[in-house]
């Protein structure tokens, strides 16, 4: 099936074209506009070959509606301020992408949560910023309730992948749970989001740590119900989900909406190869991986990616079980959730591959995340 430029925006250029379309896929929540996008994607196409044009691009378009926002707090408009704040944000995350380990890169992520918060505080107050104990210190998280008032609910808590951060995760999977009746907590563990790139707590592998750690402290909230409680990873998060529910029991269903690569180690040699070779061909950059796992180096990193595997640990994930993956998937081969899929140990377990015929068909489903996400929520709301 042929794809048009909504999936490769910039032609043979897979690198900024999957980063868009991680942005695209989050127009159906209103955190992005598809026409400021569009106007970036312009300045943008014939700047390829220049380095710096990514996250100057990104930034300017952060910066104009941080400065909107601005003007519209100033006049009394909270609402119209949330809006451009949280644009703002995920623009200037988006700038921070493909900048180097550095203080460039913390000043451009500074940038993205003063805006993120400042939008979300404005425009979504029923949302919690709540922060989660966790050795001796804590990971930030966001709260948000189900939609219907009445006994504790059940509750998902969601952790990110490589590239995301909770304040994408509340929005396009928290609304859709919290319809459902599901409460959410978006967790940036280790290695995620503002708990990286503000907190500077690289990944781990062993991540049922900071699954329990969630676990327990939504065992104090009066609002949840403690029996059901699942756990949610997408993208790289897939194989965080399914480590923590190999290990943390009392959770009582996984999903993991994308699969993880089985031999990480063998993909991030061929990642680290096709960088030195042809860089616009792979969806991360040269120091994702090494940056996220706090390795000194690429060997390092291609070391330690030998301990994340799901190898001898999927036959100990015993709670009802799903997996999605896009049959179209250029980050992780569709290949791969088979794998994951027949190794779980669970007698209830569910594989679901999204066709270009039904959309989401690419990495984690960022060309239709409505329909993947429906799909998970669904499969959550029968199985909670």
């Not at 609402?79 to 995920?90: E, F, K, N, P």
């Not at 503000?198 to 327990?216: N, Q």
């Not at 042809?278 to 990193?301: H, I, K, L, M």
Request: proline content about 4%; aromatic content about 10%.
């Amino acid at each position: 099936m042929t794809r048009g430029p909504w999936i490769d925006h910039f032609g043979d250029n897979f690198l900024w074209s999957n980063a868009t379309l991680i942005l695209k896929g989050m127009a159906p929540y209103g955190v992005v506009a598809l026409e400021e996008i569009d106007r970036v994607c312009e300045r943008l196409r014939v700047r390829q070959s220049d380095p710096t044009a990514w996250h100057e691009e990104w930034r300017a378009m952060g910066d104009q509606l941080e400065s909107r926002a601005g003007v519209a707090l100033a006049n009394g408009h909270k609402i119209s301020a949330g809006d451009h704040y949280l644009r703002a944000g995920i623009y200037h995350y988006n700038a921070e992408r493909f900048i180097m380990p550095g203080p460039e890169k913390r000043v451009q992520a500074e940038k993205a949560y003063h805006c993120w918060h400042t939008g979300i505080r404005l425009r979504e107050p029923s949302i919690e910023f709540v922060e989660v104990p966790y050795e001796g210190t804590t990971l930030p998280a966001l709260f948000m309730k189900a939609s219907t008032n009445g006994p504790p609910a059940p509750t998902v808590v969601v952790v990110n992948g490589m590239d995301n951060a909770k304040e994408m995760s509340i929005f396009f999977a928290g609304r859709e749970f919290a319809r459902r009746g599901i409460n959410t907590l978006a967790l940036d563990g280790p290695g995620m989001g503002e708990t990286r790139r503000i907190r500077d707590l690289p990944s781990r592998y062993d991540y049922e740590v900071p699954g329990t750690a969630a676990f327990d402290y939504l065992a104090k909230r009066s609002d949840v119900d403690t029996k059901r409680i699942a756990i949610f990873g997408y993208s790289f998060g897939g194989y965080y989900s399914s480590r923590i529910a190999a290990f943390e029991k009392r959770y009582t269903a996984c999903i993991a909406l994308s699969a993880l690569h089985w031999d990480l180690a063998e993909w991030q040699e061929k990642i680290r190869q096709k960088n030195a070779n042809s860089p616009t061909t792979v969806a991360q950059s040269n120091f994702q991986f090494r940056w996220v796992v706090g390795a000194e180096t690429g060997e390092d990193a291609i070391a330690i990616a030998k301990k994340f595997t799901l190898k001898d640990v999927a036959k100990n994930i015993t709670c009802p079980f799903l997996v999605t993956h896009g049959a179209n998937d250029r980050v992780v081969p569709v290949e791969n959730a088979q794998k994951l899929f027949d190794a779980v140990g669970s007698k209830n377990k569910t594989i679901k591959i999204f066709t270009a015929e039904e959309g989401g068909a690419e990495h984690a489903h960022v060309d239709n995340r409505q329909v993947g996400i429906d799909f998970a929520a669904d499969w959550i709301e029968d199985n909670l």
